[in-house]
């Protein structure tokens, strides 16, 4: 199945042949669903976070920041903003030469609302001699489109989402990675002023974003009396996975190479793996507000680590106990009843359990990776849901799932789908250290069985691509979890170039 030159090709990467045919046997067999006990929901998996707790989890936050405690913004920032512009480029390829459904008129409408409605008028006025108003007027959609999304113009259809202009003020234009800096300035600052962010990018876009940061760092350690320290990485070749074809072997290219695709944002478990933080921040690149908006979105931020590292801190004085042995049964009734109110481990014969072996299960549901997830309300936004699923060991535990996680030919099991309350917004708080403050090898803490396979086409054929477990689901899927409802304000994703003419980024 793979020769020599595979092989030397296999070897160039830094992927092994068992790793490939491990990979080719999850397209023979498939993955297994996960058994869903049933959705998340407040009272059940979801914790409420009450008025009355709000000033006292924020000021444990602020305790924190004042300690030499490491804190880190992470920021998944590959995404090419091309499936914004979907949309735009179908308009572009279509035989309408002018608007002719809602969203097409709600664009063109309302473009002087974009913050990059200046730049684009320049460029129209630099390649065709009109403005954007004038080319309307003579019918010229396509050009305004043609500028705005190809090389020629401003190239947006090619650029990532990180480097676009989201949001207007009087006296500037931000970009979501502009944005993230501000946030991190708000929220993971320590007492110092020292601002960690790390952005994960795509290797063609690496030295954008490493040139826009230098353009922009001196205005904001001005405005925001911080230092930044911004670095960034790439998907690690090792991590793409070999595509296949009909027969389940590998899908080659004209030359007869084999075709390897990205594994998706679970790939990046490695570079979180690589990154020293007491306490990690996780945010996608596009879900940031203006800052007339962002009060919730830090509150809430801090809310969420100062539940955390509560938390945390129970937590480690349980496992130094644990660790000195001879704990009393009314000790171990007491970190059990922790584990299972505060952190969401359930084990259905907890209590027929000998002293010893009970020592034992809570010293390893405790010690291990730590994180707390901002859950919205559902209100038919797309993206993974909290559910409480059954583990390998039987225990029950809050686990992120995707629909392709969710056997929908069980009729049960697509109730409890369809019927569920939240939703994922991608809100993490994590802590990566153990108690004696050494980091966990993420990558021990991954469930290989929770990939998925999707259908993708390479020069007219059909593939099958293989996706890892996902960063926030089965790449997470051995932590200890903790769902909090936060305010649906705080989620404002862009998946479409009019999502920015939502009050939201106004």
């Not at 929908?408 to 917004?425: C, L, R, Y």
């Amino acid at each position: 199945m793979l020769t020599q030159t595979d092989e030397e090709i296999l070897k160039k990467r830094g992927i092994t042949t068992s790793q490939i045919e491990e990979q080719l046997k999850s397209f023979v067999n498939g993955f297994p669903f996960l058994e869903i006990r049933s959705a998340a929901e407040p009272g059940k998996g979801i914790v409420l976070v009450q008025k009355e707790e709000i000033p006292v989890l924020l000021n444990q936050w602020d305790e924190y920041l004042q300690t030499d405690a490491s804190i880190l913004k992470f920021v998944p920032a590959s995404g090419a903003a091309s499936r914004m512009f979907k949309d735009l480029f179908s308009f572009l390829e279509g035989q309408n030469d002018v608007p002719g459904n809602d969203f097409e008129n709600k664009f063109f409408n309302e473009i002087e609302k974009f913050a990059f409605f200046g730049d684009l008028n320049k460029v129209c006025i630099k390649n065709n001699g009109m403005s954007i108003d004038e080319l309307i007027i003579n019918k010229q959609y396509k050009t305004i489109v043609e500028n705005l999304l190809l090389g020629k113009g401003l190239n947006y259809g090619s650029l990532p989402k990180g480097l676009l202009k989201f949001h207007s003020y009087p006296s500037e234009v931000r970009t979501p990675m502009q944005e993230h800096l501000v946030e991190g300035a708000l929220y993971a600052a320590s007492d110092s002023g020292k601002v960690n962010i790390h952005f994960t990018v795509s290797k063609e876009h690496r030295v954008l974003f490493e040139k826009h940061f230098a353009e922009s760092i001196s205005q904001f350690e001005k405005s925001y009396k911080v230092q930044y320290h911004v670095s960034f990485s790439e998907q690690k070749p090792y991590t793409d996975t070999i595509a296949a074809d009909e027969n389940n072997e590998p899908f080659r290219d004209k030359n007869g190479e084999p075709v390897f695709r990205p594994g998706g944002h679970g790939a990046l478990i490695e570079n979180l793996n690589d990154l020293d933080g007491d306490i990690i921040f996780i945010k996608n690149i596009d879900n940031v507000v203006p800052d007339s908006l962002k009060e919730s979105t830090i509150t809430y931020k801090k809310v969420i680590a100062g539940l955390l590292v509560n938390l945390q801190k129970q937590s480690f004085a349980y496992l130094s106990e644990l660790e000195k042995g001879s704990v009393s049964k009314a000790k171990l009734e007491e970190i059990a009843q922790f584990c299972e109110r505060r952190l969401n481990n359930y084990h259905p014969n907890l209590q027929a359990m000998p002293e010893n072996e009970l020592q034992k299960y809570l010293y390893t549901k405790l010690n291990r990776p730590i994180r707390v997830c901002g859950m919205v309300k559902n209100v038919g936004e797309p993206g993974g849901g909290p559910f409480l699923t059954v583990n390998a060991d039987g225990t029950v535990s809050p686990q992120i799932l995707e629909s392709s996680q969710i056997n929908m030919a069980n009729p049960k099991d697509k109730a409890i789908m369809m019927n569920s309350t939240h939703f994922n917004p991608v809100d993490l708080v994590c802590g990566v250290k153990d108690y004696q403050g050494n980091k966990f090898n993420l990558i021990q803490h991954v469930d290989k069985n929770t990939g998925f396979i999707s259908l993708k086409s390479k020069n007219g054929k059909e593939l099958k691509a293989l996706e890892l477990p996902g960063l926030w689901n089965g790449a997470m899927s051995d932590w200890n979890t903790i769902f909090v409802e936060v305010p649906i304000d705080t989620f404002n994703p862009v998946k479409t170039v009019n999502d920015l003419l939502r009050p939201q980024h106004q």
